[in-house]
């Protein structure tokens, strides 16, 4: 009994790395979803460099659903 495969989404809260932010984005594939992520992070966070530390809470926050 395995779930169907087809269409994984991912999904990511960024309030679950920075408190108090409400921006959500889902996308098909991590490394789509981490675009999306960068660029909100740039334009609502001043965040330009992305350090390893970061990126790995941002894969930490990731959900597969
Ligand atoms: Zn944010």
Known sequence: MSAPETG???H???GDIVP???FTASAESEEELL???VAHAAQDHG???ITPELAA???A????R
Do not use: F, G, L, S
């Not at 926050?61 to 597969?64: E, G, K, L, P, S």
């Open 8 to 10: 994984k989404a991912r």
């Open 12 to 14: 990511i809260a960024c």
């Open 20 to 22: 108090d932010c409400t």
């Open 35 to 37: 675009d999306k992520v």
């Open 47 to 49: 965040i330009t460099e």
């Open 57 to 59: 809470k941002v894969k």
């Open 61 to 64: 926050a990731i959900r597969n």
